[in-house]
């Protein structure tokens, strides 16, 4: 079993920044990758930054140059820096980690970009 808990979200006004924490219960972002998804009322959780083992990653079309993933190993920890918000970021946003035929998710953080 695995538990990730994330944090870091808040209520920021457009053109503002956040970072994100996911951290979890042990040791597996050195071995597994990682996701953060997003969900905004309405609409289906989206994939939004991933990282492997190997430290690549990828991005959806939507937040490419404005979002960055990071990990730390030594402390469990994957990161989600958010810049240059827009109203259209705000979700809930979850850290998700598949292990085997396990998916681990975390209970969510809220952002919210207003002005």
């Known amino acids: 079993q695995v538990q990730l808990v994330e944090s870091g979200g808040g209520l920021v006004q457009p053109g503002g920044s956040l970072r994100l924490s996911c951290v979890a219960s042990r040791s597996i972002f050195r071995f597994y990758a990682a996701g953060w998804y997003r969900q905004a009322p309405g609409k289906q959780r989206e994939l939004v930054a991933a990282?492997?083992?190997?430290?690549?990653?990828n991005y959806a079309d939507s937040v490419r140059g404005r979002f960055t993933i990071s990990r730390d190993n030594a402390k469990n920890t994957v990161y989600l820096q958010m810049n240059s918000l827009k109203p259209e970021d705000t979700a809930v946003y979850y850290c998700n980690v598949p292990v085997g035929v396990e998916n681990y998710w975390g209970q969510g953080t809220q952002v919210t970009v207003s002005s």
């Open positions: 990282i492997t083992s190997g430290s690549s990653t």
